[in-house]
T-cell receptor, first 117, second 114 residues
Framework: AQKITQTQPGMFVQEKEAVTLDCTYDTSDQSYGLFWYKQPSSGEMIFLIYQGSYDEQNATEGRYSLNFQKARKSANLVISASQLGDSAMYFCAMRPISNFGNEKLTFGTGTRLTIIP | DTGVSQDPRHKITKRGQNVTFRCDPISEHNRLYWYRQTLGQGPEFLTYFQNEAQLEKSRLLSDRFSAERPKGSFSTLEIQRTEQGDSAMYLC????????????FGPGTRLTVT
């Protein structure tokens, strides 16, 4: 079984500042993937960034980076130079890596990020 | 490539009625997932298809729920005898059949049972 914990229900950040959203996980799988999704008020889940458990380097995608600490089982999302459009719910998720099985995602409860002008 | 689409976007129904939702995945994606998201929670897995085969169902999927993917393309999710507890956002996602592919989500169908 897999579990994702997001301990920050909400965060307020000044525009242009960097923000870190926390995520810890638990799994018995040897190989797994960690994801961050953004969900604006419209409801659609937007994929942001992916980190494989076997990746030695932290993933980066534009202003998004994933601070992966395998020993601590944490996968924090860092958003640099925050913008007003970053205001949304953010979900951390994980799934097993398998070519043959159901790779269903397990999500955390999310963090609501509000960017203040 | 128009992305994953879902229809309808919103559905209001009275308790006891049946409802059906449709999901059209990205055309070359053979894996399709249904998730349910209640207020203040993250999405929870409901069921999974590989082509037309339904390979796993969550215990959240009671006997009132049924999902199909008859030709391995679009999928339908039907809820019979709806209850107020069924009110939620129903999300569909699709992916390629490789271990490194991410799931692309549709806009969701928001169901309200009155």
């Amino acid at each position: 079984a897999q579990k994702i914990t997001q301990t920050q229900p909400g965060m307020f950040v000044q525009e242009k500042e960097a923000v870190t959203l926390d995520c810890t996980y638990d799994t018995s799988d040897q190989s797994y993937g960690l994801f961050w999704y953004k969900q604006p008020s419209s409801g659609e889940m937007i994929f942001l960034i992916y980190q494989g458990s076997y990746d030695e380097q932290n993933a980066t995608e534009g202003r998004y980076s994933l601070n992966f600490q395998k020993a601590r089982k944490s996968a924090n999302l860092v958003i640099s130079a925050s913008q007003l459009g970053d205001s949304a719910m953010y979900f951390c998720a994980m799934r097993p890596i398998s070519n043959f099985g159901n790779e269903k995602l397990t999500f955390g409860t999310g963090t609501r990020l509000t960017i203040i002008p | 490539d128009t992305g994953v689409s879902q229809d309808p976007r919103h559905k209001i129904t009275k308790r006891g009625q049946n409802v059906t939702f449709r999901c059209d995945p990205i055309s070359e994606h053979n894996r399709l997932y249904w998730y349910r998201q209640t207020l203040g929670q993250g999405p929870e897995f409901l069921t999974y298809f590989q082509n037309e085969a339904q390979l796993e169902k969550s215990r959240l999927l009671s006997d009132r729920f049924s999902a199909e993917r008859p030709k391995g393309s679009f999928s339908t999710l039907e809820i019979q005898r709806t209850e107020q507890g069924d009110s939620a956002m129903y999300l569909c996602a699709s992916s390629l059949p490789t271990s490194l592919s991410e799931q692309y989500f549709g806009p969701g169908t928001r169901l309200t049972v009155t």
